[in-house]
């Protein structure tokens, strides 16, 4: 059975760090597209980044540039999410999420349950 595991979430200051982390079970992550995104309570679920596995592209909205890398150790079959400078307004739940298509639009085939980061005084 394919599965992603979301980890690495909890609540953290404003300006504070978390690294979340996709961990795959049941294939290898190098032949998919990995995103990561999030959903606040009462928003629609938005993508934050996205890692290619054929050339390593990532891609990250505009909201989190400059402040999230995403990375992915293929060995280990995971995907990190290095979150800096954090804001109240990244308060979500993150998932990651698995695609067969090359591209970061593409549609994702399998998700992780969530974590939740909580970013508060």
């Known amino acids: 059975q394919l599965q992603l595991v979301e980890s690495g979430g909890g609540l953290v200051q404003p300006g504070g760090s978390l690294r979340l982390s996709c961990a795959a079970a049941?294939?290898?992550?190098?032949?998919?597209?990995i995103g990561w995104f999030r959903q606040a309570p009462g928003k629609e679920r938005e993508r934050v980044s996205c890692?290619?596995?054929?050339?390593?592209?990532?891609n990250y909205a505009d909201f989190v540039k400059g402040r999230f890398t995403i990375s992915r150790d293929n060995a280990k079959a995971t995907v990190y999410l290095q979150m800096n400078s954090l804001k109240p307004e990244d308060t979500a739940v993150y998932y990651c999420?698995?695609?067969?298509?090359?591209?970061?639009?593409?549609?994702?085939?399998?998700w992780g349950q969530g974590t939740q980061v909580t970013v508060s005084s």
């Open positions: 999420a698995a695609s067969r298509t090359y591209y970061c639009s593409g549609a994702y085939n399998y």
């Open positions: 890692i290619r596995s054929s050339d390593g592209y990532t």
């Open positions: 049941g294939f290898t992550l190098d032949v998919y597209t």
